[in-house]
Nanobody, 130 residues
Framework: QVQLVESGGGLVQPGGSLRLSCAASGAGLEYDAAGWFRQVPGKEREGVAAQSGRAWRTRRTYYGSSVEGRFTISVDNTDNTLYLQMDNLQSADTGVYYC????????????????????WGQGIQVTVSS
């Protein structure tokens, strides 16, 4: 059974930083894509960032327009851990963040579709407030 466990969320002031981690495990874990989504109260779930590459021989990185330049996604394939480094956090970044792994290599805007991912973390709260 594949399991994704998230950590690293919390409360920070505007301009601060957080680093989210997502540790994946399980005998059935195979993935060519990994990403982060967030759920903001009153809004639909949106894609934050993703990386994808067939067997991770090469990889492509994608970011939502609202976070590009501030967030950095990385995938450590040696231990199946996904990270999201979040810098210069703003109040609009507040929400529940979900990590996700998908079985197929993704291209273009496909990275931001939830249906492309088949394993999800439990969600972790990020609150940005002064």
């Amino acid at each position: 059974q594949v399991q994704l466990v998230e950590s690293g969320g919390g409360l920070v002031q505007p301009g601060g930083s957080l680093r989210l981690s997502c540790a994946a495990s399980g005998a059935g874990l195979e993935y060519d894509a990994a990403g982060w989504f967030r759920q903001v109260p009153g809004k639909e779930r949106e894609g934050v960032a993703a990386q994808s590459g067939r067997a991770w021989r090469t990889r492509r990185t994608y970011y939502g327009s609202s976070v590009e330049g501030r967030f950095t996604i990385s995938v450590d394939n040696t231990d199946n851990t996904l990270y999201l480094q979040m810098d210069n956090l703003q109040s609009a970044d507040t929400g529940v963040y979900y990590c996700a792994f998908g079985p197929f290599e993704l291209y273009g805007s496909n990275w931001a579709y939830s249906r492309a991912y088949d394993h999800w973390g439990q969600g972790i709260q990020v609150t940005v407030s002064s």
